[in-house]
T-cell receptor
């Protein structure tokens, strides 16, 4: 019954070692989002895809990249993780990019950087 | 000034209490407003939407005041299971403008 799936749930990486987080959805939604959430802070939007169109937030560091090879999957690549990148990474989907559409979140991947 | 501001709490209330949270937003052009609930180390889940003058869903009531640019969430007859962080979310014209508050933490005690 899981609709937005994230793997792995917990990821440990070393400082500077590239890491890829995965998100998949069974909802056939057009839009997929990646958020970063640090402890006791609001989720912060990194970027989103509307179908294949990539939209980057202005303040998202170049260290973060994303790929969406098909409707169901979206990946977050962190090229050189720093200690400050340790956070929960949330993937979300919505049917279309409309202010009335609900976003459905995955369970998140908690990233630890050693 | 943050785009969406909430009192971080924590709010510690006994079972059965009524509790209210406020949220202010800075963008007067915002059109859609939501309350999400987030349990510890879990993902946010939609609690309710607030589209016009307010919304009621069982024990939960959300109000919108466009003139003062704030929304509120009222929880009546609090249950232990209501313990969570409540996130205020404000959208702009499109969903990609979704802005989250940092959340208000609620603990309901027996």
């Amino acid at each position: 019954d899981a609709m937005v799936i994230q793997n792995p749930r917990y990821q440990v990486t070393q400082f500077g070692k590239p890491v890829t987080l995965s998100c998949s959805q069974t909802l056939n939604h057009n839009v997929m989002y990646w958020y970063q959430q640090k402890s006791s802070q609001a989720p912060k939007l990194l970027f989103h895809y509307y179908d294949k169109d990539f939209n980057n937030e202005a303040d998202t560091p170049d260290n973060f990249q994303s790929r969406r090879p098909n409707t169901s999957f979206c990946f977050l690549d962190i090229r050189s993780p720093g200690l400050g990148d340790a956070a929960m990474y949330l993937c979300a989907t919505s049917r279309r990019s409309s202010s009335t559409d609900t976003q459905y979140f995955g369970p998140g991947t908690r990233l630890t950087v050693l | 000034r943050k785009e969406v501001e909430q009192d971080p709490g924590p709010f510690n209330v006994p079972e059965g209490a009524t509790v209210a949270f406020n949220c202010t937003y800075s963008n007067s052009a915002s059109q859609s407003f939501f309350w999400y609930r987030q349990d510890c180390r879990k993902e946010p889940k939609l609690l309710m939407s607030v589209y016009s003058s307010g919304n009621e869903d069982g024990r939960f009531t959300a109000q919108l005041n466009r003139a003062s640019q704030y929304i509120s969430l009222l929880i009546r007859d609090s249950k232990l299971s209501d313990s969570a962080t409540y996130l205020c979310v404000v959208n702009g014209r499109d969903n990609n403008d979704m802005r989250f508050g940092a959340g208000t933490r609620l603990t309901v005690k027996p």
